[in-house]
């Protein structure tokens, strides 16, 4: 039966499988070693580690000149004043040069949005700080924007950072009311072109709808109309935010049945009076961290989502105290909670390369980030404004075969898109990832499962197939049986799982 409350874990069950599963949804799993320190540390300090991440060192302190601003900058006044007389003089030859300047920079701007890609991924690898990651992830799908609309990549960068920097922030403060500033946000969701007397409604209804209270919770249509009179005249200039204060309707509006000259900001304040704001992102975070609940939530859920919530509220939105009650509860640790999750392919792509550590290949972010895409999932592109669906989503025919050749790839060298002559050369050195046993092909066995499909006790039928494999080895423990011994487990339907 799961927990339906905050009951804490009994701190002498936290053992090394269940510091396995804080790993893997914390964050993107761990080695043998990383797996053991956890499980020393025991609950309170380990999930205190996770959490209070800032006291870690980062890879890399990120600054804002770290990509290119400029590419898609836009023009200087003599500029515009110059494009003007040349459309009105319809001199095609200028034109054409002004054409081709543009279509220099949207190149140009594309190629540093794949660096953006790769550069990212690298940062999910590699991170001390995993939870920051994951979580800069999550919000990245809850705020969806995507770089094909707004076709500005520098602006994807300012709002990956906004959603690391505030990760475990105040939802209300720092996040909800951070992406009402976002230029990124404002231009997906064309606030650009709210203005007085022509109010557009796109992010006054993604953000109820959404991002904070729910689709149909809590709010009218006419709430969305004057909410969106609210947003008038939030806009960009070049990379910042700008309030136009000749844009923005200072009349009363009429929201929730309480009326003033709100601005978007006092729409923010009156959204969190609302009821469902309390879990409607509780059940986001449930989903992601605890259980992608294919089926119609138990009461038991349920009671545990409302604690929850209850707990959010009673901190004024803060989300830390929020994780550190999720990750601390029995219900957390509950059986029917462990390996419930499908991985996402960017959990499947991190959490295997932070477990098998496998060399670094010719090419090998750029080819995962496009693996990636292939399996549903391309950073800095949500299919929509509604994020990725995730859960069951993930699976069909056409991902299944692109995430065991990902996996093969990582392992062996092999390209996805390519042939078996083609590998890259680079030896994996496959004896790395046993800890504890090198010799003894059952426990080798037992090793590799306990620690790659985060099962407490390995199945016996899945130790036989591994066994039978070791066989026709000869029963030998070296680089090129172990590789085979991943290759296989990575096949194996648990592997999909987290």
């Known amino acids: 039966m799961i927990g339906n409350s905050l009951n804490k874990l009994d701190p002498k069950e936290f053992d090394a499988h269940k510091a396995h599963h804080l790993l893997k949804r914390a964050g993107f799993g761990g080695n043998a070693r990383q797996i053991e320190a956890i499980a020393n540390l025991g609950l309170e300090d380990a999930v205190d580690f996770i959490v209070d991440y800032q006291g870690i060192s980062e890879t890399e302190t990120i600054q804002e000149d770290r990509f290119d601003k400029d590419i898609m900058r836009p023009p200087t006044s003599s500029e515009r004043q110059s494009f003007r007389k040349i459309r009105e003089s319809g001199d095609e030859a200028a034109l054409e040069v002004l054409r081709t300047e543009r279509q220099r920079r949207q190149r140009e701007d594309r190629k540093q949005v794949a660096e953006l890609e790769e550069w990212w991924l690298k940062r999910l690898i590699e991170t001390p700080r995993p939870l920051e990651e994951k979580l800069t992830l999550f919000w990245h799908g809850h705020f969806a924007t995507g770089y094909r609309t707004i076709e500005n990549s520098y ?204 060399p670094q290949r010719k090419k090998m972010l750029r080819t995962l980030a496009i693996a990636s895409d292939l399996m549903g999932q391309r950073l800095f592109g949500p299919p929509s404004v509604k994020g990725w669906d995730g859960g069951r989503t993930w699976i069909n025919t056409s991902t299944m075969f692109m995430r065991h050749n990902t996996l093969l790839y990582l392992i062996t060298g092999q390209r996805p898109d390519g042939r078996a002559w083609e590998a890259d050369s680079s030896q994996f050195n496959a004896m790395q990832v046993l800890e504890k046993e090198k010799s003894d092909p059952k426990r080798v066995v037992k090793e590799l499962l306990i620690n790659h499909l985060g099962v407490d006790t390995p199945d016996s039928s899945r130790v036989s197939t591994l066994l039978d494999y070791l066989k026709t080895q000869h029963n030998v423990i070296d680089n090129h049986s172990v590789m085979g011994l991943l290759t296989l487990i990575s096949a194996m339907p648990e592997y999909q799982l987290c």
Do not use: C
Request: glycine letters at 6%; charged letters at 30%.
């Open 155 to 358: 602006h994807m960068f300012q709002q990956n950072n906004l959603f690391r920097t505030h990760a475990l922030g105040n939802f209300k403060e720092d996040l909800v009311r951070g992406i009402i500033h976002d230029p990124a946000m404002i231009k997906y969701l064309n606030n650009d072109k709210n203005r007085k007397g022509a109010p557009n409604e796109n992010l006054a209804r993604e953000l109820m709808e959404l991002f904070t209270l729910g689709e149909g919770q809590d709010y009218s249509e006419d709430d969305i109309k004057e909410g969106a009179r609210t947003l008038t005249g939030y806009n960009v200039e070049d990379d910042a935010f700008v309030f136009r204060s000749r844009q923005h309707d200072s009349g009363t509006k009429s929201i929730f049945k309480k009326r003033g000259q709100f601005d978007g900001d006092d729409f923010v304040d009156l959204i969190f009076t609302r009821r469902s704001v309390s879990t409607f992102v509780v059940w986001k975070l449930y989903r992601y961290f605890v259980n992608d609940l294919p089926h119609e939530p138990t009461r038991e859920v349920k009671s545990f989502v409302q604690a929850i919530g209850n707990l959010f509220k009673r901190n004024d939105w803060e989300l830390k105290p929020v994780m550190k009650a999720i990750f601390l509860s029995k219900h957390f640790y509950d059986d029917a909670n462990v390996n419930s999750i499908i991985k996402s392919p960017i959990q499947l792509i991190v959490q295997s390369m932070r477990s098998m550590n496998p």
